[in-house]
């Protein structure tokens, strides 16, 4: 059996109330760093509404969790950043000031780093918070050292020190996010969600070969679109991506945000798994009985199997005619989506205590009742210690009376 290790470094930040998720998981060479913030170990939201002075804790706390592995920031093989944003946040600058603040622990060589993806949003979960930082890193063990392959092509847009646009750690591949930009700043398609999410596509499908991979070995895609949770936002896009996957696909997450850089519709990143011999690794898809329906024929699973990991794509509260289940109730559809992901696990033989990752993405705004009341539920269902979890508020979910998705990642014990 792995060992699973867990992180909870002494004197770190914590939630309002005690929950069952930890920091940081690693089992094997995998370490799965959950949302990290500028708060107290009392949980209170520190140096609010100063964006530079929390990326930079915000970044030295990813380096002090993976610490209590034998590893830091030099093994991160993505980032996932989310913050505030109503227009008057530079992007780019801030693109920038996370390279920066990594390199301060880190000492990577120019295009050798991690991939990363932003989201900005209106808000974060507490009022002041203005990011929050997820990471999964690649560790070493003992002599072994992990090979690392990078993807900068010349042609794409280019990032900031240390990033890459895509990463290989072993027969793992994560992309940065996606988009519609060119290399010198220019977005296609303005304003048009479907040419754009071509064009993501297409620069998805570029990276992936570079890596001797394509489409088909992606086991996770994550897309942010502009969108005003209507299906008519929804739709056109989950359609267009449709077309490049045959089913069974890829366990896939949609999620709006009105907060994209002006003229961007869409961002995309990918985690894919290809052998570096090229052989493809076994699949295994969930199988349920009269399992809940999107309102639109999907390639996409609700869940998979590759190697020892489980992949539990987006849950939400339809039912199997994809009707909302309980409008409008975020507690009750917490439990619907929460009951949902324990079903898909144990199809693969596995519990809820199995996560490694899990990501929470409700309707709400900088308010602390809402986070504290879905975190707690959601601990609810776990045994303490739990794997690392990230919570998000969003202005939007994908479909009308929809007011939580969840998202999971498990590793199989044996």
């Known amino acids: 059996m792995t060992e699973r290790r867990y992180a909870w470094p002494q004197g770190h930040w914590d939630w309002y109330q005690h929950l069952a998720f930890k920091h940081g998981v690693c089992v094997g060479e995998m370490a799965f760093v959950g949302g990290q913030v500028d708060k107290s170990s009392a949980g209170d939201p520190l140096h609010a509404y100063d964006l530079a002075t929390q990326t930079e804790v915000v970044v030295r706390h990813i380096h002090t969790v993976l610490r209590e592995f034998g590893g830091g920031l030099a093994d991160v093989v993505k980032l996932v950043a989310f913050y505030a944003n109503d227009g008057s946040v530079d992007e780019a600058a801030f693109l920038e000031a996370i390279g920066r603040h990594v390199l301060t622990h880190a000492d990577i060589p120019e295009g050798a780093g991690p991939a990363i993806t932003l989201v900005p949003l209106p808000c974060l979960a507490l009022p002041g918070m203005m990011v929050e930082i997820e990471a999964i890193a690649m560790l070493t063990q003992g002599e072994k050292v992990l090979q690392r392959i990078t993807d900068n092509a010349p042609g794409r847009a280019p990032l900031p020190p240390p990033f890459s646009h895509g990463v290989r750690g072993r027969d793992h591949i994560w992309t940065s996010a996606q988009g519609s930009q060119t290399r010198d700043g220019h977005i296609q398609h303005p304003d048009d969600m479907i040419m754009q999410t071509s064009v993501a596509m297409a620069h998805l499908v570029q990276i992936l070969e570079t890596f001797g991979a394509d489409l088909d070995d992606t086991v996770k895609l994550n897309t942010w679109y502009r969108g005003d949770g209507t299906r008519a936002t929804w739709e056109p896009a989950a359609d267009k991506r449709a077309t490049y996957f045959p089913a069974p696909g890829p366990a896939m997450s949609a999620l709006s945000t009105p907060n994209l850089p002006r003229h961007e519709m869409t961002r995309l990143d990918a985690w894919a798994i290809r052998g570096v011999d090229g052989s493809r690794p076994a699949r295994a898809y969930a199988v349920l009985d009269n399992p809940w329906q999107w309102p639109l024929d999907l390639p996409q699973v609700v869940g998979l199997q590759c190697g020892n990991l489980v992949f539990v794509g987006q849950q939400v509260a339809l039912d199997v005619e994809a009707h909302p289940i309980a409008s409008g109730d975020l507690m009750a559809q917490t439990r619907q989506v929460m009951t949902s992901t324990r079903t898909v696990l144990a199809s693969f033989g596995l519990t809820l205590d199995d996560m490694v990752k899990q990501n929470s993405f409700y ?52």
């Open 363 to 414: 309707l709400g705004q900088a308010d602390p009742e809402t986070i504290v009341r879905n975190q707690r539920y959601r601990s609810s269902f776990y045994t303490e210690p739990a794997g690392a979890s990230t919570g998000v508020p969003l202005p939007f979910l994908p479909l009308e009376a929809l007011m939580v998705s969840v998202e999971t990642i498990a590793m199989r014990r044996d």
